[in-house]
């Protein structure tokens, strides 16, 4: 199960990584497209809020990872 685990975890942030290139591919409204959107404008503060929410959510998923591999390796301890 942690290979899985971490699989997962790690492909969390490629997800995020690909939505602006996904979103202004296929036409999706996002936060990817948004962005894109955004950085052609010159709408830089807009743009670094969603890179730092971005951030956030990649480090709310390594956490959310490290958590699965307590509960399910008793031999890992935080």
Excluded: H, K
Aim: aromatic content about 10%; overall charge negative; charged content about 10%.
């Amino acid at each position: 199960m942690i290979p899985i685990v971490t699989y997962i975890g790690l492909s969390i942030g490629g997800l995020l990584g690909g939505a602006p290139i996904t979103e202004t591919t296929l036409g999706w409204p996002g936060l990817g497209r948004y962005a894109v959107g955004r950085f052609l404008q010159y709408d830089y503060p807009v743009v670094m809020g969603l890179i730092m929410v971005t951030a956030v959510l990649i480090l709310l998923a390594n956490l959310f990872t490290d958590i699965l591999y307590t509960i399910i390796d008793p031999r890992v301890s935080l």
